[in-house]
């Protein structure tokens, strides 16, 4: 693929904008043009757009008709498979008695997502809670995808506030429903995600109806509309800022995530020692 | 002299209607007032099927909104200059009111308003179709934006 250079640094910022990233920024940023600019193409050729026309979206019966063009599952956890198509790496060892702080370094990263999402939910004036279930919401991630919410929020739940956890967890559900009051959009990428004719399943759509009508549907909420803003290729983030609010609001165990037999221990392990074959 | 203006005739009509149309556009736009410290200046009204979700001042957030069926995004280009007495502040999302009276909320927040000196942000509205926008609301000051919408 041809990649016009000067339209790629100009949607980037500039060059100035290019020099401060990261090589993983630019690299992503990378991806994402090249993508874009593949599915301008791909859907150009299939006659479904013209160039400066709305994008079209692939449906849920062509999204499931790749599955059999990769080598492994969508919903494999991060630290499973290689970068865009790359094999694996060597890990680095996590400590004896790792942080929380240690698997954002070693195992989370770079997680700028998650860290941009905790960013607008501090500079919002949101509540800590609030701030720290942004900053965990995705982390799963790395572990498994299907249901990220449940398997986040079973992550933490040992570690974190009752109203994190909960928020942790049914952001899941919420983000395929908009609530333009409480400023949340259903998102383009999830037309690319899962087709622009998805429909939530079952048990998804009997959450939500719970939820709307609970106390705490806010606190998931405000996860989801953070999340929306949080895909910023240029945004400068650290888990510094966090330092105080995981302080005060992340129980650490003294012998180290994975080794307090907590109900979660395992997970952690899991994410300590991902090339363990059994 | 008259050969000559007669041959830039077609320019000059052409910079004459670009001058008309300029004023008109200058016209419809409310005046500039100042909200919590901030020079506000709402530039335009427009109507699309798929927008940037990009806070205030914006990022490069790569996120749209997009269309959806009997819907169409609004979107709403408002400059800010900061003022020499502005003071940092948390200010609430803008909102829009239609010619029905019926208030939209945009997902589009102020986040560090004071952090650069200059920006123009775009609030994203998901209205009816055929919706026109009468007002917009920023921190209680409201802002007739009727005249920016086409008719």
């Known amino acids: 693929m041809e ?38 193409g791909v859907a150009a050729q299939r006659g479904q757009t013209a160039p400066g026309q709305p994008e079209t979206f692939q449906t849920v019966a062509e999204i499931e008709a790749q599955i059999e063009t990769r080598p492994y599952r969508r919903g494999v956890g991060g630290v499973f498979v290689g970068n865009r198509g790359q094999n694996v790496k060597k890990i680095e060892p996590m400590p004896d008695k790792p942080s929380i702080q240690d698997f954002f370094r070693l195992r989370f990263a770079p997680a700028n997502h998650v860290l941009q999402s905790a960013t607008r939910a501090m500079k919002t004036g949101m509540s800590e809670e609030i701030i720290l279930a942004c900053l965990l919401h995705d982390c799963v991630l790395s572990l498994i995808k ?42 383009d990428q999830y037309y690319r995600i899962f087709g622009k004719d998805y429909t939530p399943p079952q048990y998804i759509q009997d959450t939500y109806k719970w939820l709307k009508n609970h106390k705490w549907y806010m606190e998931p909420r405000l996860v989801t509309v953070n999340d929306l803003y949080a895909f910023d290729p240029n945004a400068k983030v650290s888990i510094e800022p966090f330092e105080d609010v995981i302080g005060r609001h992340f129980k650490s165990p003294k012998e180290g995530l994975g080794f307090d037999n907590s109900p979660s221990a395992h997970m952690w392990r899991t994410l300590a020692r991902p090339d363990s074959p059994l | 002299m008259v050969a000559r203006l007669k041959a830039r005739a077609p320019q000059l009509l052409t910079a004459g209607a670009i001058a008309i149309a300029s004023a008109a556009v200058l016209l ?45 995004i609004a979107v709403v280009t408002v400059d800010f200059k900061v003022m020499p007495d502005f003071k940092p502040v948390m200010m609430k999302r803008p909102t829009a009111t239609a010619a029905d009276d019926k208030v939209y909320n945009t997902s589009i927040q102020f986040v560090d308003v004071g952090s650069v000196p200059e920006y123009s942000c775009q609030f994203v509205y998901r209205v009816p179709q055929g919706t026109k926008l009468k007002t917009l609301q920023i921190e209680g000051a409201s802002f007739d934006i009727s005249g920016l919408e086409s008719k």
């Open chain 1, 3 to 40: 990649i016009d250079r000067r339209a790629f640094i100009a949607g980037l910022g500039g060059a100035a904008a290019v020099a401060g990233m990261s090589d993983e920024a630019k690299a992503d940023a990378l991806e994402h043009y090249m993508e874009d600019q593949l599915d301008a």
């Open chain 1, 146 to 187: 299907p249901d990220h919410g449940w398997w986040g929020a079973q992550l933490f739940e040992p570690y974190i506030p009752e109203k994190s956890a909960f928020a942790i967890r049914y952001h899941q559900t919420l983000r395929f429903f908009p609530d333009e009051e409480a400023g949340y959009e259903y998102p």
């Open chain 2, 28 to 72: 419809a736009q409310p005046p500039a007032r100042t909200v919590n410290g901030l020079q506000v200046s709402v530039k335009s009204v427009e109507h699309t099927a798929k927008a940037s979700l990009r806070d205030c001042p914006p990022g490069t957030n790569t996120v749209n909104a997009v269309q959806r069926p009997g819907d169409e």
